[in-house]
């Protein structure tokens, strides 16, 4: 349990370390405007701690856990993200829970290295930490997979410090730990979590804190869409279920 404290404290150390760096050469070099800072030490943070996990074999580049899955099953993980994330992004919002990060993070991704780092890095960089570094090894830890994947993902959730994040990111790393128990490789949930986060960054390129109500304009055609959403959600769930193979380890 102690490397699993260790790695989510490296992970923090990364970011106030670059947080700082950045803030020493905006103060002493050149100016640096808030959300470029926060963007660029985001990115060498991400970067930084994607060589941590493989330096110290965290996690591993080789073939066995990026290994091919089908296109089928890439395509109906896509789907089943695509329809979680719309469900739970309707009763995040319905629960009236604070989002204190949303201005943040509206601003980051309308800068290129906060777009970079929203879309691209950082579910990247959360699949390697959390399924790959600290599920794989509950898996190995617990007799029950189940708790690896509720623990790793309660941590996920956690580690956020959103109020509005906590909840969404604990369920979608539940779908994101399942996936990559059950097939043993990081690409379905770097998939899902990439095309996650790639539309919740252009959404708040194109509708800023927009609410999905004030979106669609609609309150019965929003309530429409979310039971189609969980119907595919459940249909690509019972499919999955059935194509991807227990692993015996990760």
């Known amino acids: 349990m102690w490397t699993i404290v260790k790695l989510i404290l490296f992970y923090f150390a990364y970011q106030l370390g ?17 959300i470029m800072m926060t963007s660029l030490a985001m990115v060498a943070s991400t970067l930084m ?18 290994k091919e899955v089908s296109r089928q099953v ?7 993200v695509f329809a979680a994330m719309y469900v739970l992004n309707l009763l995040i919002e319905q629960a009236g829970i604070p989002n204190t990060m949303e201005d943040t993070f509206i601003a980051m991704s309308r800068n290129p290295f906060g777009l ?3 879309a691209l890095l950082a579910p990247i960089l959360e699949e390697m ?3 790959g570094a600290i599920e794989g090894r509950m898996l190995r830890m617990f007799r029950n997979p189940w708790t690896a994947i509720v623990v790793s993902s309660l941590i996920f959730g956690v580690v956020h410090m959103n109020p509005a994040q906590i909840p969404f990111a604990f369920l979608l790393g ?5 996936l990559y128990y059950r097939s043993g490789s990081m690409l379905p949930g770097i998939v899902g979590h990439v095309l ?7 959404n708040m390129i194109l509708y800023g804190n927009a609410t999905l109500e004030e979106q669609v304009q609609d309150k019965l055609s929003m309530w429409l869409w979310a039971a189609v959403a969980f119907a595919v959600f459940i249909v690509a769930t019972a499919w999955l279920n059935r194509h991807l193979k227990k692993q015996e380890s990760v």
């Open 196 to 202: 996650n986060n790639s539309v919740a960054a252009a």
């Open 174 to 178: 539940m779908m994101f730990g399942w």
């Open 18 to 34: 670059f947080t700082a760096l950045v803030a020493a050469i905006s103060h002493f070099v050149v100016p640096i405007d808030g």
């Open 129 to 131: 930490l959390f399924r």
């Open 49 to 66: 701690m994607m060589w941590h996990l493989v330096r110290f074999k965290y996690v591993s580049l080789s073939h066995d856990k990026y």
């Open 74 to 80: 890439l395509l109906v993980a896509v789907v089943f």
């Open 116 to 118: 970079l780092s929203i």
